[in-house]
């Protein structure tokens, strides 16, 4: 029974990390990205919708390609974690001296006696699913990625994505003056930038409060060159 409720505990970290990676990926990006478009655009127009326009444009097509990028990411993990337990079942048939060297192996690298070896060694082989599933974690040391997987971490990221966006861009939706609209989404941008670097080194084991002005700083540097840059030009 404890066994079962050990792994149960592992597999909801494993999922809790996994959404929480996405959040990071799809926020960090979702604030910053639309966050310099908008300050940049501000420094090249005076009204407001164009930068609307152009800002939900953005949106799309970022959490669009933030999206696809993460369901990539998963089906590589699932097509490798396929292939490569294909392989084991293959070496285990035709190659099954040498999956029992590297069982006894592992078993004596963590200090199981020869006798112990023997012992382990032939039990586990005695389940070819079991065994596979041992080499897998133990040898390659991968675990069964959720099928689901890409198609969650596509959701995820997209959604966080937008939800990053929304912030910076809002401002311009009830001010028509796009410079004061900046204004407002410089302090409310770089509130959320402050608070979710905070969050994020936190969970990271980073310390909290330098993680929070680093990924502040790295947001208002972005904007600060988009708008200097569109300044320039228009000038």
Not at 102 to 130: C, H, M, P, V, Y
Request: net charge negative; glycine share 10%.
């Amino acid at each position: 029974m404890d066994t079962h409720l050990h792994h149960d505990h592992i597999e909801s970290h494993l999922k809790s990390s996994a959404l929480l990676t996405d959040i990071v990926i799809g926020m960090s990006d979702g604030l910053t990205v639309p966050f310099a478009l908008a300050a940049g655009l501000s420094g090249a127009v005076v009204k407001s919708d164009i930068i609307i326009i152009a800002g939900i444009a953005e949106i799309a097509a970022g959490s669009i390609a933030m999206g696809l990028g993460g369901y990539l990411a998963g089906k590589t993990e699932q097509d490798h974690y396929n292939s490569e337990i294909k392989r084991e079942y293959d070496e285990i048939e035709n190659l099954r001296h040498r999956e029992i060297e590297e069982t006894k192996e592992f078993f004596a690298n963590i200090g199981l006696s020869e006798e112990l070896q023997e012992k382990a060694t032939e039990e586990i082989s005695r389940d070819k699913d079991r065994w596979v599933d041992f080499m897998m974690k133990y040898e390659l040391g991968l675990e069964k990625p959720d099928p689901k997987r890409a198609t969650k971490s596509a959701l995820n990221i997209g959604l966080s994505y937008i939800a990053g966006g929304i912030i910076p861009l809002s401002p311009y939706f009830f001010i028509h003056d796009s410079s004061v609209a900046l204004e407002y989404s410089v302090v409310a941008t770089l509130i959320c930038l402050f608070i979710f670097g905070f969050f994020k080194s936190k969970i990271t084991g980073v310390n909290p409060w330098k993680g929070a002005i680093r990924v502040m700083l790295i947001g208002a540097m972005a904007a600060g060159a988009a708008f200097g840059v569109a300044k320039m030009i228009g000038g």
